[in-house]
Structures are given as C-alpha cells and as structure tokens.
C-alpha cells in the first residue's frame, strides 16, 4: 500500500512510537501528581519540556494537554472573552464551527438593536503578505480581546502563511494571534515566542507521529483563559471554587499511554530536526506538484512556492469527481489518498472547487520518491483511459 493520508492521521509511526504505547500499558501508571513517583519520571512533564524545545516556547509549562487540536480549539475559544474575531478562509472546521455555532459571537441584534452578522469578507486588511481573505465575526460584547486565527499551514493547499509578520500586524492591531499548527507541528518549524503567538493548538496525531487521542495547546501568561472543564487534577484537593485567573487547565486523567506515544514521536522529530524533515519534504512536495502540473487533465491546487508549501497537494483531473479518483487511486492501483472538501469548506470558495472538493496527497517523513512517483503514473494512466474515451 502506498499511504499518502499523513494530513489526516500519519502512518506508519516509527517504531519507538509503538513500542512506548506497549511499555506504558504493560507497566505502572506514572505521574508525579497522583502518586510517590518522582517529578522526574513525569511523562507529562517530560513531553512539555520537550515540546517547548520544539515549538521554541520558553515559558513549557504553559503547555496543556488533551485530546486533539479540535478539543484545544474548543477550549480555548470557549474559556476567552473575545470582543471581535478574524479567522483565515482556510481554517479548518474545528475552528469555524466553533465560531459559527457558539452563540456568544452568533447573533441576530446587538444591543443598539443594530443587525450584526457572519460574513465572508475579501479583505487584506491584516497583512499584504497574508494571502488569504477572512471571516469577520462581530460579537455580544463590547468588552474583551480581539483576535485574529489562521492555521500556519493549509489542509487543502498546503500554503504556508507566514506567521511572524501576520503577528507583527495583528499585534499593532491591538489582536492576540492564535495559529492552528495541526498540519505544521512536527514537520514545518515553529518558533513561538520568536514569531509572537500568543496561542498555538496542535495536535498529536499527525506529523509529531503520536498516536490519536493526543493534543493540546500553549497559552502565553497573561492572557485571562477561563476553563471550560473542572475536575480533578491531583495539585490542591482542598480548593473547590477558584479565584479568577487561579485555574487549572488538565483536569481528570488524561490519556497517559497515548502521551507516552507522543513523546517517542517527539524524540523521533527531535533527533531527525524539524528542519532536516521540512527540506526534505519540501523537495518532495515540489516534484510532486511538478510531475501533476505536466499532466494536461490535471488541475493543481498548490503552488510551487519553495519558501511556503507545506507537505499537502490538492489536485483534480478533469472530467473525473474527487471521490471517483480517489476509488480507482485505492481499488486498482493500492494508493490512499482523500478526496472532498477535507473539513475546510470556505477555501474551496476561492479554489472554484465546491461542492465536491479536491484529490489530496499528504506526505510524511516516511513517504518516498518511489511512493510519489507511484501516485504520478497511477494519474498519468487515469489521464489516458480518459483521453482514449
């Protein structure tokens, strides 16, 4: 089989990631908060450390832990108090569908009695370099802070949005900036505190090569983010009511032995570098896009951009639904790739590709030419059945 799905879930993982999974059931539970074992032998506190080394995040404690980078988006929407949002086209639905269903920031009339709205704009106004129009909310409140979301990478084209000077932007806008880093983490680098994000949700699953179940998101100090789970969490039993801005964000058990697993994928991504993994998949990406762009029947949704294509290339060939070259892709020639909007719908506006969306190929550290050149002459043959009809 030929596994070009890796933007939806990464396979295979490397074999330190299942051998972790299988120590953490087989052996005892540990974690230093609810047991006599020493901090050290954390996993929890291991794996921020080693994510703040990764993502350049100087403050790791303010790493949280849950279950996807949708669980963190939610979360971290629903505990801000927000006075006025902008979110990229190309967010993914775990951003939109937060914004477009919370009824804080949905409403008919505000309190002047004035029409408010959700709307498409096509607008620059963040950036000239930010290149992608945005989703303007109003909301109920005219108190709270402004914030700007957009993913560091696409899902659909694998466009790169250049994260720093979209910041520097948004910052003189008075805007925190919360980046959707699902697709980039752990093959694209990211530098947090460089670039000035004040938010960055992630997930595990994809190319950190965790297993599923795995996320979080970091949360720069001084921003009020009020919880929107309570529970347990083994640090003071005593405190039932907390004070504002005393919160706990991990509350319950989390999901120990899938962390286990990110941490082994996060080693993996340490030891090869995240740059190493980024060059290399950007000179594969490239002759993919390449190869595709020579076909006459094929359209091509993702640019040749060295500086800012991300491992994700989107492509149609005419005369054929996504979905039908997706089936003859995994039933005659054993190459699993997917095929729709891919949970983004607002971008496939722009692309000129709704309703049926797009054929996708995503690569990982593990994908290679010769699974690259199989995806080639598998759409070069459908072209020529095509073309013989």
């Given at each position: 089989m030929v596994y070009l799905n890796n933007a939806a879930t990464s396979f295979p993982k490397p074999p330190s990631v299942v051998q972790a999974v299988t120590e953490a059931l087989a052996n005892a539970p540990v974690n230093a908060l609810r047991s006599n074992l020493a901090e050290s032998d954390d996993v929890l506190t291991d794996l921020r450390r080693k994510l703040g080394?990764?993502?350049?995040?100087?403050?790791?404690?303010?790493?949280?832990?849950?279950?996807?980078?949708?669980?963190?988006?939610?979360?971290?929407?629903?505990?801000?108090?927000?006075?006025?949002?902008?979110?990229?086209?190309?967010?993914?639905?775990?951003?939109?569908?937060?914004?477009?269903?919370?009824t804080r920031y949905l409403t008919t009339t505000n309190l002047e009695g004035e029409q408010s709205y959700h709307a498409v704009c096509r607008t620059r106004a963040v950036s000239p370099s930010f290149g992608g129009d945005l989703v303007l909310k109003r909301t109920k409140s005219s108190t709270g802070e402004a914030l700007l979301i957009l993913p560091h990478c696409s899902n659909v084209t694998g466009r790169i949005h250049d994260v720093r000077r979209v910041a520097e932007e948004a910052h003189r806008q008075g805007r925190l900036v919360m980046v959707d880093a699902a697709q980039s983490a752990g093959c694209i680098p990211i530098d947090v505190d460089g670039w000035g994000i004040d938010i960055l949700v992630f997930t595990g699953h994809k190319a950190l090569f965790g297993p599923t179940g795995t996320g979080g998101y970091y949360v720069r100090c001084g921003i009020d983010l009020r919880p929107t789970q309570w529970g347990g969490t083994g640090r003071d039993s005593s405190v039932i009511r907390y004070d504002d801005g005393d919160w706990e964000y991990e509350v319950g058990t989390q999901n120990a032995v899938g962390l286990a697993g990110l941490r082994a994928g996060i080693d993996y991504v340490l030891e090869r570098g995240v740059e190493n993994i980024f060059r290399r998949l950007q000179t594969e990406t490239l002759w993919l896009i390449h190869a595709l762009q020579e076909m006459p029947r094929v359209r091509v949704y993702s640019a040749r951009d060295d500086a800012a294509q991300g491992p994700v290339v989107s492509f149609n060939i005419e005369g054929l639904h996504p979905a039908d070259v997706g089936y003859i892709l995994q039933n005659s020639y054993g190459i699993t790739v997917r095929t729709g909007l891919h949970c983004a719908p607002l971008i496939h506006e722009d692309?000129?590709?709704?309703?049926?969306?797009?054929?996708?190929?995503?690569?990982?550290?593990?994908?290679?030419?010769?699974?690259?050149?199989?995806?080639?002459?598998a759409v070069g043959d459908i072209c020529q059945s095509l073309k013989r009809k």
């Open positions: 080394t990764l993502f350049h995040i100087a403050d790791y404690e303010r790493i949280y832990f849950c279950s996807s980078a949708t669980d963190a988006v939610n979360r971290v929407l629903g505990g801000l108090r927000l006075s006025s949002i902008k979110a990229a086209k190309d967010n993914h639905n775990s951003v939109l569908r937060p914004l477009m269903n919370d692309l000129g590709t709704q309703p049926d969306g797009t054929v996708r190929a995503s690569l990982s550290d593990f994908t290679t030419y010769e699974d690259l050149i199989a995806l080639a002459e």
